[in-house]
């Protein structure tokens, strides 16, 4: 018994350290890539989300991680030179925000794993080889369950607002993700016997002369994309929406808390904080080419009725009642 003692202590002793006893004590320093300014209160609501995902795994900023920020602060075309920042103070992992980010991630950088917390459409947009096996570094959340999320948002704008025959459409060139949506949303717009007028804006300073297009265009609503810059633009977006007696739908719930008067889509916050649970598992010593890209399984409807009701529009019932959220 006792020499049986003795060969089982041997193979211990003997036997190579496990993954994550080699990595005791190590700090891991993983980069996060915002589109926004640090001042925005929404990305820091969505940077706690992601903390906290990290502490449910094992990990605690300031303890055995560190998060190393760079701001884009709504001029995407930086993502390249922050990733490229990240990469050479050699972070074990990047973390980014959509998909114009993480392409970027992906040209800086072949061997630094990425996790993107959003994305449109990763197969369509080269990002990984498929969503249950992505391949290659990179891997993370969708944002869609599909483009015909825009569809359904166009469906739910039309039952708002059933005397509506033209939708303005508003979206980002610098967004990948919305040249693919506008590839999608001529077939149900035709279903839904609706005129689209299709109006971009790389900035702020677009939106004065969106709004005077539709008013030339007698458009009777608006369909905004999911966007970083529109969304830092939120209040703003809501007030010329107001101004110009436009019933409005968006791509992000957070618009219709800024005053907008519709949103279908999944839940930012939700998708951070899993984001983090993929940046556990890699950390873990997990590859991102075995961790498949999970696509949001809810979407939420929220309507604010007192947008409705100073545009004076009536929201039928039949919506209200599919809506997971009603503010009045």
């Known amino acids: 018994m006792k020499r049986l003692v003795c060969i089982l202590i041997s193979a211990i002793l003997l036997s190579p350290p496990t993954a994550d006893a080699q990595q005791a004590g190590k700090v891991y320093r993983i980069g996060m890539l915002w589109s926004v300014s640090p001042e925005f209160p929404l990305g820091q609501a969505l940077l706690d989300e992601f903390r906290h ?26 993502f390249p030179e922050l990733v490229a920042e990240l990469v050479r103070s050699r972070v074990d992992v990047i973390v980014v925000p959509n998909s114009t980010a993480a392409l970027a991630a992906k040209q800086a950088t072949p061997t630094i794993p990425i996790v993107f917390a959003t994305a449109a459409d990763p197969v369509a947009q080269g990002l990984v080889a498929s969503l249950a096996r992505p391949g290659g570094t990179i891997t993370g959340l969708s944002l869609f369950a599909g483009t015909e999320i825009v569809g359904k948002s166009l469906q739910l704008l039309k039952e708002a607002v059933p005397k509506v025959s033209r939708v303005a459409v508003l979206w980002n060139p610098a967004m990948v993700s919305h040249a693919l949506l506008l590839k999608e949303i001529e ?9 689209l007028q299709v109006l971009e804006a790389r900035g702020p300073d677009a939106f004065a002369s969106a709004f ?6 007698r458009t009777g609503a608006l369909f905004v994309m999911a966007d970083p810059m529109f969304l830092s633009n939120r209040t703003r977006l809501a007030e010329l929406a107001a101004k110009h ?83 009045r």
Do not use: C, W
């Open 212 to 217: 005077a297009a539709m008013t030339r265009g």
């Open 53 to 78: 995902g990290l502490r449910e795994h094992g990990y605690t900023d300031g303890q055995n991680i560190a998060l190393e920020h760079r701001y884009a602060r709504g001029k995407l075309d930086l």
């Open 245 to 327: 007696r436009l019933p409005a739908i968006y791509g992000l719930r957070e618009h219709v808390e800024a005053g907008g008067l519709m949103a279908y889509a999944p839940s930012l916050a939700g998708l951070f904080r899993l984001a983090a649970t993929y940046v556990a598992k890699i950390l873990n010593g997990a590859k991102p080419a075995d961790l498949p890209v999970e696509q949001p399984t809810r979407f939420e409807l929220v309507v604010n009725l007192k947008t409705a009701r100073a545009l004076g529009l009536t929201i039928p019932q039949s919506v209200l009642i599919r809506a997971d959220e009603v503010i």
């Open 187 to 195: 077939v149900p717009a035709r279903s839904l016997g609706l005129q």
